[in-house]
């Protein structure tokens, strides 16, 4: 299995390119100072799977002081299909119940519900919400 460890500022083209991949690039969007950001803060972090030094898995995560949030989760489609995705989330969690979330969340973009199927084979439910947001320049 994958060694599943914090990102290093220096594997972040390695892991934009896998975002690239797997289609979490968002124009409005800056990876690179989002992941300077989620290295940065003491409540955050990217935690990546690496496969002979090739990063193979991403999930950028997050405690807001209620609950823990993910974002970027990908799996290289080399290594889609292998528990990899399980894998990274459950390091997920772990990280963020250290920290004293007892709640995750994750917003998932509408044209791509097909992952919905992937959480809630690892006991995620969908909430009765309405996402909104506001936007204050990037990011
Ligand atoms: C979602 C993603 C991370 C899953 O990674 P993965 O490594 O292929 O997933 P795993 O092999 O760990 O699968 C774990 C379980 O989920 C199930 N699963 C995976 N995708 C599924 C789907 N679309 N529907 C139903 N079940 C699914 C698997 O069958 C497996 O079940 P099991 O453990 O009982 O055998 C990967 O498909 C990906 O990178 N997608 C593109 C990026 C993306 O959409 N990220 C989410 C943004 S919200």
Redesign the pocket.
Known sequence: MAKIAPLAPDETEQAIDLWDE???LQPWNDPRADIAAALACPSSTILAARDGGRIV?TAMIGYDGHRGW?Y?????RS??????????VTAAEQWLVGQGASTIR????AE?E?????Y???GYEQGNLIVMGKRFGQG
């Open positions: 797997a289609n979490l898995g993910f970027y989760l990908a799996v290289a290594h889609r299909g292998t528990g990899l995705g399980r894998a990274i994750l917003m998932i973009r791509n097909q992952v919905a199927g992937f809630r084979a690892l």
